[in-house]
């Protein structure tokens, strides 16, 4: 059985193209262009993450947050961020070397030269309706640009990374799980199905991957929520629903029997919030964090009220901002900043030692 993990040195390589049909897989690894060298990732045991999500609008709000990132990193230095989902609004990219991945990613980013752990979102895989994750093979696009960019780092649609690559303090596992919860089921396609090819590749490499990882702190990364206090809901209640599968019911499975206990956290973004929220009995001690506020967020009034009730150690609707993860083998620190639009000034708005 192969390794499907990637570590500082690159990628499962050997894969001769792009399927046009299927949802790549580790073993499908997307090589990287010649001429195009990625940026490193870190060898120590003290990593230090910005985490966003929701970002790719191109707009002024995203430029705002990215330089209030940039503003960070020139204080404290960040080894690698993570990207969680709706990286093209609002229907995604239409080829691998789509002018949007310019526009709405490495122009605002400039200067964060690092690892971008990216997940797919429901806006990467639009057909009809923006973010109606009806045209699933669309996210193999982000997937080709990966061979593209020295910081875009997507060389599957699912896969994971260890940093260090030997005895790694964190292994980030970043899933796919869009067909669980299209607005446009893939009716015709049963390869997309909640129990087809796809996802069930997925659950078992999941699942082997986890057993099999040494790192001190696993991390899930995911675009749709599993607990979720903004107006998206829960997974299972999403958009308050009763329709299989939009209202994330098989979401809802996966992390339950797949993620839940077994990695110390969820992030997610869907939800253009910024949330710390603390575990439940479900999530068997997993803790969800949502990043979703680096473009766009719920409201333009403080006082919004949250749609659910978890106990959260930290929530905001109304403002952009981003969050920074600080991890060594013995403590996992996190922080949250908020960002003035008009400014881009970032503000800490939360911290805290989770472990």
Known sequence: MPDNSFGRRG????????????????????????????????????????????AGTGTRTQWAVA???????????????????DNIYELGPNSGTDRQFADK???????????????????DTSSVLPGDGGWLVRGNHEVEYHANSPRWWMPSRYYSVRVPEQNPVVEFFVLDLNPLAAYIPPILSPYWAVDGPFMNEQRA????SIAGSGATWKIACTHHPYLNNGPHGDAGRYENLPIEPINGIHVKR???????GACQFLLSGHDHSLQVLEPTVESKGTRQIVSGAAAKTVSAEPAV??????????????????????????????????????TAAATQAFGRRLV
């Open 11 to 54: 990628f499962l390589a050997g894969a001769a193209g792009v399927a046009s049909l299927v949802g790549l897989s580790p073993a499908q690894a997307v090589p990287i262009a010649s001429g195009v060298t990625k940026f490193p990732f870190p060898t120590g045991r003290r990593l230090r993450v910005l985490v966003t999500g929701d």
């Open 67 to 85: 330089n209030a990132m940039r503003e960070f990193q020139r204080s404290e230095p960040v080894d690698l961020a993570l990207g969680l989902g």
């Open 105 to 123: 990613f490495e122009n605002p980013n400039a200067g964060l030269d690092f690892p971008w752990l990216m997940v797919l979102g429901n806006h």
């Open 205 to 208: 490499w999941l699942d082997r």
């Open 254 to 260: 996966f992390i339950e029997e797949h993620v839940a």
């Open 305 to 342: 009220t949250p749609r659910g009730s978890h106990p959260a150690l930290f929530e905001n609707y109304h403002e952009l901002g981003f969050m920074v993860l600080d991890l060594t083998p013995t403590a996992v620190d996190l922080r949250v900043f908020t960002v003035d639009v008009s």
